[in-house]
C-alpha cells in the first residue's frame, strides 16, 4: 500500500546503513519508531473511545426463501467454469438473515481509528467472479485487485463521486491496486465476463460492517448517543433507523426487509 512505502524506504535505508557500520543511532530510531496509522478521512476525527458501545444484531428477509440461482458462464469456460458460482444478490440464511447488507452509522464525525477496519482490501477474481460480492474500503486506501484466473478480465467501475476506472487486467497482470476518493457505493463490472458483478462501498469512517451468511453484524467502539443507521443492499434497496447506545452498553440494530421492497 502506497502509504507504508515511505517506512518501508525508511527501513530499507535503516537496514543499509546498520550493514554500512555507519548511522546506528539514526538507524535505531528509524526501527523503533511506530508505523503511521491509516490516515483519517478529512471530515472524520479519531479519537480514543474509552467505554464504548456497541450495536449489533441481525438483518432479515421477510419474503420467502428464494432459490439459488447458477450463474451461467458463456465464455473462458474452461477457467471460468472450473468452480460453480450462485448468484449472490439474494443470499438468505435458514433463518431468514440477509447477507451482504451493509450496514454504517450515517452520522459520526468522530470515533475509533480507521485501523479497525482491518489493513488488506483485497478483490479477487477466481472463477470468474468478483469475491468478495460486496467490499468495503476506506476512502484513500489502496486496494488490491487479485487476477487469480490468469486470462483477461476487466474493471470497469460505476461510480459517479469517483471518477469511473476501465481498466484491461490481461492474463499476465496478477495485482493492480486502486484507490477511492470519495464515500459512495458503485457497482463494479467486467465487461469482458457480463456476468461479472459486485459492489464496491468506499468508507469515509470505519463504523462500516456487511452483514455475514446468517445476516449478523456488529459496530463496536461507538461512542454513545443516538444515530442514525443505514442499511443497504443491493436488490432490496435502503432503509435507516434511529439506534442509541450507552457507555459499555449493547444496543440491537436488527432489522427486517420485505419480501421485495
Ligand atoms: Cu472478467
Given at each position: 500500500m502506497k502509504k507504508f512505502l515511505p517506512i518501508f524506504a525508511a527501513l530499507l535505508i535503516a537496514v543499509f546503513a546498520i550493514a554500512c557500520g555507519g548511522g546506528e543511532d539514526t538507524a535505531k530510531k528509524e526501527m523503533t519508531e511506530k508505523p503511521a496509522e491509516m490516515a483519517a478521512p478529512s471530515g472524520y476525527e479519531v479519537m480514543t473511545v474509552a467505554n464504548g458501545g456497541t450495536i449489533s444484531g441481525t438483518v432479515t428477509y421477510a419474503g420467502a426463501m428464494p432459490k439459488k440461482v447458477k450463474i451461467v458462464k458463456t465464455k473462458d469456460t474452461a477457467v471460468c467454469g472450473k468452480t460453480t458460482h450462485y448468484k449472490e444478490d439474494l443470499l438468505v440464511s435458514g433463518n431468514k438473515g440477509l447477507a451482504n447488507v451493509v450496514v454504517r452509522?450515517?452520522?459520526?464525525?468522530?470515533?475509533?481509528?480507521?485501523d479497525s477496519m482491518g489493513s488488506e482490501f483485497v478483490i479477487d477474481q477466481n472463477g470468474c467472479?468478483?469475491?468478495?460480492h460486496v467490499s468495503i474500503i476506506p476512502v484513500g486506501v489502496e486496494c488490491t485487485i487479485l487476477n487469480s484466473d490468469g486470462i483477461l478480465h476487466n474493471i470497469h467501475t460505476f461510480s459517479e463521486k469517483n471518477s469511473p476506472i476501465n481498466i484491461a487486467q490481461p492474463k499476465f497482470k496478477k495485482r493492480i491496486t486502486q484507490s477511492f476518493s470519495e464515500a459512495e457505493t458503485f457497482p463494479i463490472k467486467c465487461d469482458v465476463h457480463n456476468w461479472m458483478n459486485g459492489y464496491i462501498v468506499v468508507a469515509d469512517h470505519p463504523y462500516y460492517a456487511k452483514t455475514d451468511e446468517n445476516g449478523s453484524f456488529e459496530l463496536g467502539d461507538v461512542p454513545a448517543g443516538t444515530y442514525t443507521v443505514g442499511y443497504w443492499h443491493e436488490t432490496l434497496g435502503k432503509q435507516s433507523m434511529e439506534v442509541t447506545v450507552g457507555e459499555g452498553a449493547g444496543a440491537d440494530g436488527s432489522l427486517e426487509y420485505a419480501a421485495g421492497s
Amino acid at each position: 500500500m502506497k502509504k507504508f512505502l515511505p517506512i518501508f524506504a525508511a527501513l530499507l535505508i535503516a537496514v543499509f546503513a546498520i550493514a554500512c557500520g555507519g548511522g546506528e543511532d539514526t538507524a535505531k530510531k528509524e526501527m523503533t519508531e511506530k508505523p503511521a496509522e491509516m490516515a483519517a478521512p478529512s471530515g472524520y476525527e479519531v479519537m480514543t473511545v474509552a467505554n464504548g458501545g456497541t450495536i449489533s444484531g441481525t438483518v432479515t428477509y421477510a419474503g420467502a426463501m428464494p432459490k439459488k440461482v447458477k450463474i451461467v458462464k458463456t465464455k473462458d469456460t474452461a477457467v471460468c467454469g472450473k468452480t460453480t458460482h450462485y448468484k449472490e444478490d439474494l443470499l438468505v440464511s435458514g433463518n431468514k438473515g440477509l447477507a451482504n447488507v451493509v450496514v454504517r452509522i450515517m452520522n459520526i464525525s468522530k470515533g475509533k481509528g480507521m485501523d479497525s477496519m482491518g489493513s488488506e482490501f483485497v478483490i479477487d477474481q477466481n472463477g470468474c467472479i468478483f469475491a468478495p460480492h460486496v467490499s468495503i474500503i476506506p476512502v484513500g486506501v489502496e486496494c488490491t485487485i487479485l487476477n487469480s484466473d490468469g486470462i483477461l478480465h476487466n474493471i470497469h467501475t460505476f461510480s459517479e463521486k469517483n471518477s469511473p476506472i476501465n481498466i484491461a487486467q490481461p492474463k499476465f497482470k496478477k495485482r493492480i491496486t486502486q484507490s477511492f476518493s470519495e464515500a459512495e457505493t458503485f457497482p463494479i463490472k467486467c465487461d469482458v465476463h457480463n456476468w461479472m458483478n459486485g459492489y464496491i462501498v468506499v468508507a469515509d469512517h470505519p463504523y462500516y460492517a456487511k452483514t455475514d451468511e446468517n445476516g449478523s453484524f456488529e459496530l463496536g467502539d461507538v461512542p454513545a448517543g443516538t444515530y442514525t443507521v443505514g442499511y443497504w443492499h443491493e436488490t432490496l434497496g435502503k432503509q435507516s433507523m434511529e439506534v442509541t447506545v450507552g457507555e459499555g452498553a449493547g444496543a440491537d440494530g436488527s432489522l427486517e426487509y420485505a419480501a421485495g421492497s
